[in-house]
């Protein structure tokens, strides 16, 4: 079945830190793979996506490439702000055809705390 | 941007008794809606899918007696919990995919969850 796993956390850095969460995957057929973004006291938002190999979703400063080789989508941000403290979440959907149809597959969280 | 409603935000009941939540999506409809709970320092997992006007579709484990769902509209979801004991408390989540242009990559409009706590 499909799965994703992602690095330990917590994470702690400090100000304009540099930040990666890496983020691996196992899967059938052609996923796409999301990156959702879960605010203290929040829901879950969808911080960037790609939908196929190669791709590099982006959003907020935060960047994803998918890269199928390494079956891998690994959340990068040069600089952090406090403002970014959060739980990141991996997840994959299985593409069209697949017995899980439009269901997300989540990795564990990592939770980033950014200080001053 | 797509709004989704989920009520109450937090709820403490005692052993034995139901809870009912309720998951409304606000300005767009969805067929479809997920049902995750989530486990502290856990991720989400997925309990069951939730399609209007049909049953509920639930994973593997996941007791349908126990977690009943309701998609009685394209904009109302609900999962009642019934004779809740405290194994069950924790944090449940509902997402729905708007039903404009939707692909299996479009993204899912979460709720911001319902604490649960059987006492």
């Known amino acids: 079945g499909n799965s994703v796993t992602q690095m330990e956390g917590p994470v702690t850095l400090s100000e304009e830190a540099f930040l990666t969460i890496n983020c691996t995957y196992t899967a059938t057929g052609y996923p796409s793979l999301f990156w959702y973004v879960q605010y203290p006291g929040e829901g879950l938002q969808l911080l960037l996506k790609a939908t196929k190999a190669d791709d590099k979703g982006s959003n907020k400063g935060f960047e994803a490439t998918y890269r199928k080789e390494t079956t891998s989508f690994h959340l990068e941000k040069g600089s952090v702000q406090v403002s970014d403290s959060a739980v990141y979440f991996c997840?994959?959907?299985?593409?069209?055809?697949?017995?899980?149809?439009?269901?997300?597959?989540f990795g564990q969280g990592t939770i980033l705390t950014v200080h001053p | 941007g797509a709004v989704v409603s989920q009520h109450p935000s937090r709820v403490i009941c005692k052993s034995g008794t139901s809870v009912k939540i309720e998951c409304r999506s606000l300005?767009?409809?969805?067929?479809?809606m997920f049902w995750y709970r989530q486990f502290p320092k856990q991720s989400l997992m997925l309990m069951a899918t939730?399609?209007?006007?049909?049953?509920?579709?639930?994973e593997q484990g996941v007791e349908k007696d126990k977690f009943l769902i309701n998609h009685a509209s394209l904009t109302l979801s609900t999962l009642t919990v019934t004779s809740a004991h405290p194994e069950d408390s924790s944090f449940y989540i509902c997402?729905?995919?708007?039903?404009?242009?939707?692909?299996?990559?479009?993204?899912?409009?979460f709720g911001n969850g319902t604490r649960l706590t059987v006492t």
């Open positions: 997402s729905a995919r708007d039903d404009a242009g939707f692909t299996y990559n479009s993204p899912l409009h």
């Open positions: 300005d767009f409809q969805a067929t479809t």
């Open positions: 997840a994959l959907s299985e593409g069209a055809g697949g017995t899980s149809y439009g269901k997300l597959t």
């Open positions: 939730s399609n209007e006007g049909s049953k509920a579709t639930y």
